[in-house]
């Protein structure tokens, strides 16, 4: 991206309700229902939710923005968690190369983590975690992910969560929301802007 960009929406819904994103699914599960769900506080009135309900651990429904392409990026993901018995995690994806192959920082209400995961041939590994963070329900939260070459800042409603560094994806890719499981979430925007 270059500095003339500036800040870019990352689209996920259109201002017609319909889906905006490329969807898809890494791991295993029944094929992902994305929706455009109304919500007067979400970008342009619609949230963009995964309904589909499947409580597999390893089925993670994503769905990415294939035109906003970038390496280095300031994305901010503003979501709610309103349901899952067995997840509420939402999810940003960065780098991402295939549906098998990103970056992605997950928050979960009903664990009260945030963790940064390496996706490599459709398998996750960890990278950071951090646990013990209020990540309520039925609220709507701002996840921000600087990454920069091999180093990630990790913020929650603008309080900063961990720093972490992980260089086995260096090359540009594109950006996009990840949900697990039976996570209800509603996804309401995806800004993205250059590194400051």
């Known amino acids: 991206m270059t500095p003339a960009q500036a800040q870019l929406v990352a689209p996920l819904t259109t201002s017609d309700g319909k889906i905006a994103c490329t969807q898809g699914i890494t791991g295993v599960?029944?094929?992902?229902?994305?929706?455009?769900?109304?919500?007067?506080?979400?970008?342009?009135?619609?949230?963009?939710s995964e309904t589909g309900g499947d409580a597999t651990d390893l089925h993670f429904p994503l769905c990415i923005s294939a035109q906003t392409v970038a390496r280095d990026v300031d994305a901010t993901l503003r979501f709610k968690a309103v349901g899952g018995n067995h997840a509420r995690a939402a999810g940003l994806v960065l780098r991402a190369q295939s549906a098998n192959d990103y970056y992605v920082v997950r928050a979960d209400a009903l664990e009260g983590k945030v963790q940064l995961y390496r996706m490599q041939r459709g398998r996750r590994a960890l990278i950071k975690s951090h646990d013990g963070i209020d990540i309520a329900s039925d609220r709507w939260h701002a996840l921000r992910v600087i990454l920069k070459g091999a180093s990630f800042e990790v913020s929650l409603d603008d309080k900063p969560v961990f720093k972490a560094t992980d260089a086995s994806l260096p090359m540009a890719g594109t950006v996009g929301v990840w949900s697990q499981a039976d996570s209800v979430i509603r996804f309401g925007s995806l800004v993205v802007a250059p590194v400051p």
């Open 29 to 48: 599960g029944r094929i992902a229902q994305w929706e455009a769900v109304q919500d007067p506080v979400a970008l342009g009135g619609w949230a963009l």
